[in-house]
């Protein structure tokens, strides 16, 4: 589902044909190039480059859903989409998320197999300026992608004061999709009650409030583990991950587990229906 | 679409007959060469188009300036809360035209616009005919995204009405406000960012509340919002328990709050995580994009909202379209009536200027103060001022702020009187009435 107020970079221009709709295809044109150039963004930031270790990603090939302005950069929806794959080689198998504008650049990590049928995440990040957001991927058979999108913050995310009252901390929700079509992944969304402390937030009387984060989820099925991700602060407060799910292979009950870098956790279920 | 000679005939059956003079008459603005480089049109008559049309003929008397809007009498979104509240009548929003034809030479020409001929310079009315222009203005506000939100469309508005244009829609929830029977639960379900007016559904529910303490004290108000934080969020929440206990709740985004579907019929709401919230009254404030004639002008992107260059307000997708208004993507400022009539000034200045050849106006300001009336007697504001910064618009730092968490109540009902004052302030503006 697209977020209403997100934009797809390969989203047609909206509106009916119009004579300016030549120069309007020249614009997107011209927003892609531009895109595609700013995409090498992943060369300047370490982390990437060690993950890469020389390997050469396909630019553009992963889409990513951010908002193009946003004005609370403690919450900003992310989605990213893989490309079409033909035969489970070309599936991803882990995902990277980087904000290189931010006191450090790494987000989120996940692993994936294909029970999630190459479908898209969601989630919410922190930016703490405006910068591009950057997404590498790497596919079974080895191969990387990436993708990269500007996002303009008119207030940062990172100094937003959390709500010191954390009662309902660790408190999760989950909820899948009940409604199949033939041929439909069906939607997991997922979501924990927490303050996701940066360590870099001041109390009135200038003492650090302490980092305290949600570090990892886990998705498992039958014991499987069929979704892992790494969560780091700049994942948002009250973690939010939406991620697709096979209901041809890989419906029924789900276990999902986070877990705080305290080493407490909390789990739910979910039941994902079956497809034939 | 034609792209003729400008047809005198059409125009003049168009416009009436008494503005012959102006525009025909010579140039009178200082330096431009001929009455033909002095023809803006500005298409509709809110906060934005009246503003800038009114300011237009202010600054440059011998512009010719067509005002295109369909309604003879406007009324404003903002103090409709108040309307509903029952603190104020609803014709004493409604504004008319008169003062900005009689006293400032507007043209003003009651139609909708059809289309934008950009190549030809032409606005496009229902009937067929054509306003040529030499400069374009586009005030057109919001339109909504029917559909965005399963199961509310237009229909839909019929049974859980948004009430976020002044009208029908705004009448439609008063008299259901009116029939719902004591201990009844109105539900708003709020949008996502950007909307217009960031403050207006906590202004809402606090007058909802309002009307409800001293009509139905059983009932209750329950807000389901799509974000997480909210504008002057500390200052609602601290008013709603002052003034009205817990008679409104409040579920952010990570309580559940994101409403997903709409069932009308039912009146009832199912959220991300699969609650089913049911109301006597549902008050639905849709996901919106700038006002269609935007998007047939070609100048709206994948947002749905125009892209404009900061320092001008000029359409970033065509020449001589200036944007203003709640149809803009102009973040940080918010989508409210007193930016819309801010940047309707700068955008005057920097036409007639332009117009006139003189050089564009150096550093542009804005300002914007959005008051709040939580209570008959309890006022909330924000206020900030912008600038062009590097490119971008921004806060001016060090400019705004808001009302302070601690203050007497005697300082809370001076600030219900400002938006009073305000109100009539603006409306006088922009429109040239005086308050009812
Ligand atoms: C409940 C509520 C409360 C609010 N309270 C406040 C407040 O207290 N303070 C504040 O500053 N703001 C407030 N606002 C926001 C304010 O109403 C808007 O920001 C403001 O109206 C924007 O001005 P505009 O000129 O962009 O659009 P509008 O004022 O909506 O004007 C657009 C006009 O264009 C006309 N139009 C559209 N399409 C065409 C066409 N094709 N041809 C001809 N005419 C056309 C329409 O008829 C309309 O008259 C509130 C809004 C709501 C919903």
Known sequence: MTHPYTT?????????????RRVIGLFAAIL??????????????PEAVALLDGAEPRAGALELDLPTVTQNGSSVPLTVRFPESRGENETVEALYIFAP??????????????????????????????QPVVALARTRSGDWLA????????????????QDNDANAMQPRARASQRVRTGQLVDVRTLIRHPMETGLRERDDGTVVPERIIQSFEARRNGETILSARFHRAVSANPYLLFHVDPRTAGGTLELTWTEDTGESASATVEVPSAP | MKHGAFNRRNALKLMGTGGLGLLFGGAAVRGSASSRSGRVVVVGGGFGGATAAKYLKRISPGLDVTLVEPAKRYYT???????????????????????????????????????????GKKVVLEDGSELPWDRLVLSPGIDFRWGALEGYDEAASQKAPHAWKAGPQTHLL????????????????????????????????????????????????????????????????????????????????????????????????????????????LNVVPPQKAGIIAERAGVTDETGWVPVD???????????????????????????????????????????????GLDPIAEPGWANTCYSVIAPDYGITVAN???????????????GGVSPMEATPAFRSREAAYAEAWYAAIAQDTWGTRPA
């Open chain 1, 8 to 20: 797809r970079l390969s989203a047609p221009p909206s509106g009916a044909p119009h004579p300016l």
């Open chain 1, 32 to 45: 892609f190039l531009a895109a595609a150039a700013a995409d090498a963004r992943w060369e300047r930031i």
């Open chain 1, 101 to 130: 504008g931010n006191p450090s650049p790494e987000v989120a990590e996940f692993s994936l197999t294909p029970a999630l049928g190459n479908g898209e995440l969601s989630t919410r990040i922190r930016l703490n300026q405006s």
């Open chain 1, 147 to 162: 993708g990269t999108r500007e996002v303009r913050v008119t207030v940062s995310g990172c100094i937003t004061a959390n």
């Open chain 2, 77 to 119: 979104c903002p103090f409709t809360n108040l309307y509903l509240g029952g603190l104020r009548e609803f014709e004493s929003l409604g504004h008319g035209y008169d003062e900005l034809r009689d006293r400032y030479g507007v043209r003003v020409v009651h139609a909708m616009a059809k289309d934008i001929d950009v190549s």
């Open chain 2, 174 to 281: 008063r008299r259901q406000l009116e029939a719902m029977e004591d201990g009844g639960t109105f539900i708003l379900v709020a949008p996502e960012n950007p909307y217009r007016c960031p403050p207006g559904p906590y202004e809402r529910v606090s007058m909802i509340a309002h009307y409800m303490k001293t009509h139905k004290p059983r009932s209750k108000v329950l807000l389901l919002d799509a974000k997480d934080v909210f504008s002057k969020q500390g200052l609602f929440q601290q008013g709603w328990r002052d003034n009205y206990g817990d008679r409104i709740e409040w579920v952010g985004r990570s309580d559940d709050g994101r409403v997903m579907r709409v069932d009308a019929d039912k009146l009832e709401v199912e959220t991300e995580f699969g609650t089913i919230h049911k109301a006597d009254v």
């Open chain 2, 310 to 356: 900061p320092a001008t307000f000029r359409a970033r997708r065509a020449e001589d379209i200036y944007v203003i208004g709640d149809a803009t993507e102009a973040a940080p400022m918010p989508k409210s009536g007193f930016v819309a009539n801010s940047q309707a000034k700068a955008v005057a200045r920097a036409i007639a200027a332009e117009l006139a």
């Open chain 2, 385 to 399: 001022v912008y600038e062009v910064h590097d490119g971008e618009l921004r806060e001016v730092p060090g400019s």
